[in-house]
């Protein structure tokens, strides 16, 4: 993922963006999410500082990024790892899709597609006694821990600093935000698997 940003960087090159707005625009998305789905107002608080904390940012950096990524988007071929689909989300309009944003996007997204695996399997292996689901609910918990944090440090190469740590929690906020209402909608038996997410978020605080 990495290196695919750097390809994208040098290929198509960056610009800036004032992080106003896009904090605004996670901002309006929380708020229309909130008119769907209720177990959202519990969040909506810490979430609404995490985002005015990246709209003080001001304007930083962005690019071309994947816009959609997560462990669907990737093919682990006899040559190594490759990232497919680059058409971004289908909900969005197609020039909001191919719009610069933060690289902080994309690996937000990878890591949020860790703990649904994970939860998935929690919900779908079957279990029948209270022991073997909290051993089942503790090694998804360890499963997407190990992997998102092996993920993370294999992309950035260090420890992120203060702005990467808050970027990052913002887009995995907005992420799974957009996810209760996907689940709200569609599969309304999993919306806890990103109201999970959620609660998670805004119990770590801003980085």
Same mark, same amino acid.
Not at 40 to 55: G, K, P
Not at 82 to 98: M, N, Q, S, W
Not at 184 to 199: C, D, E, H, K, M
């Given at each position: 993922? &990495?290196? *695919?940003?750097?390809?994208? &960087?040098?290929?198509?090159? %960056?610009? %800036?963006?004032? $992080?106003? =707005?896009?904090?605004?625009?996670?901002?309006?998305?929380?708020?229309?999410?909130?008119?769907?789905?209720?177990?959202?107002?519990?969040?909506? @608080?810490?979430?609404?500082? #995490?985002?005015?904390? *990246?709209?003080?940012?001001?304007?930083?950096?962005?690019?071309?990024?994947?816009?959609?990524?997560?462990?669907?988007?990737?093919?682990? #071929?006899?040559?190594?790892?490759?990232?497919? !689909? $680059? =058409?971004?989300?289908?909900?969005?309009?197609?020039?909001?899709? #191919?719009?610069? !944003?933060? *690289?902080?996007?994309?690996?937000?997204?990878?890591?949020?597609?860790?703990? +649904?695996?994970?939860?998935?399997? =929690?919900? %779908?292996?079957?279990?029948?006694?209270?022991? @073997? *689901?909290?051993?089942?609910?503790?090694?998804?918990?360890?499963? &997407? /821990?190990?992997?998102?944090?092996?993920?993370?440090? @294999?992309?950035?190469?260090?420890?992120?600093?203060?702005?990467?740590?808050?970027?990052? /929690?913002? +887009?995995?906020?907005?992420?799974?935000? +957009? =996810?209760?209402? +996907?689940? %709200?909608?569609?599969?309304? &038996?999993?919306?806890?698997?990103?109201?999970?997410?959620?609660?998670?978020?805004?119990?770590?605080?801003?980085?």
């Amino acid at each position: 993922v &990495a290196e *695919v940003h750097r390809d994208l &960087a040098a290929t198509l090159g %960056t610009e %800036t963006a004032d $992080f106003a =707005e896009i904090a605004a625009q996670m901002r309006q998305r929380l708020d229309a999410a909130a008119d769907v789905v209720p177990e959202l107002a519990e969040h909506r @608080s810490a979430l609404a500082d #995490t985002f005015e904390q *990246v709209a003080a940012l001001g304007k930083r950096p962005v690019q071309r990024i994947h816009g959609d990524l997560h462990l669907g988007q990737t093919l682990r #071929t006899v040559k190594g790892w490759k990232i497919v !689909d $680059f =058409e971004g989300e289908p909900a969005k309009p197609l020039a909001e899709r #191919t719009r610069p !944003d933060s *690289v902080w996007r994309d690996v937000a997204g990878m890591l949020r597609s860790f703990d +649904y695996a994970a939860r998935v399997v =929690e919900r %779908t292996m079957g279990t029948d006694t209270p022991a @073997s *689901v909290e051993q089942l609910a503790f090694r998804a918990r360890e499963w &997407a /821990a190990h992997n998102s944090d092996a993920f993370l440090s @294999s992309y950035a190469g260090r420890e992120l600093d203060h702005e990467e740590g808050l970027l990052l /929690a913002a +887009y995995q906020a907005d992420k799974a935000v +957009y =996810e209760a209402v +996907y689940e %709200t909608r569609n599969r309304p &038996a999993w919306v806890s698997i990103p109201l999970g997410a959620l609660a998670r978020i805004t119990a770590a605080g801003t980085p």
